[in-house]
């Protein structure tokens, strides 16, 4: 006769993911996922301005490293809290929040991506220079 699993509930704490060292709360996850989504839509703002020198190149990267750093602790804890117990319909929520972040991530960043491409095809050691950085 097969074994039943555990259930989530059923789980000592100490053999589960400490998502608390992400988000302490899921109302927190839910805050971070709304200021991601604010500050995607800001970086917007360098749509047509990605090389226009060498301190908005800079601001153009430290920002989109942040929004990637943003993005992986959102899918992270959104994939853990989905597997965290399949038997609950209302999880699977999780993957299609999870979702939504990464396509509106790809939509967002596609500008930038596409201009830094072009743009490291030129010797990046120029760009510097004509900006004296």
């Avoid at 809290?81 to 979702?99: A, F, G, Y």
């Avoid at 939504?100 to 201009?115: D, G, P």
């Amino acid at each position: 006769m097969a074994k039943k699993l555990a259930t989530r509930a059923e789980v000592p704490d100490e053999l589960k993911w400490n998502l608390k060292d992400l988000y302490p709360s899921d109302d927190a996850f839910d805050d971070a996922v709304v200021a991601y989504k604010n500050q995607l839509g800001e970086f917007g703002q360098y749509e047509g301005h990605v090389t226009d020198s060498a301190k908005k190149l800079y601001a153009v990267v430290v920002d989109a490293v942040k929004l990637s750093g943003m993005f992986g602790r959102i899918y992270f804890y959104a994939s853990a809290r989905n597997d965290s117990d399949t038997t609950d319909r209302l999880e699977r929520n999780w993957l299609v929040r999870r979702s939504h972040c990464s396509r509106k991530r790809k939509v967002q960043l596609v500008f930038y991506t596409l201009k830094l491409r072009l743009f490291l095809k030129q010797p990046l050691h120029n760009f510097c220079k004509m900006n004296h950085v």
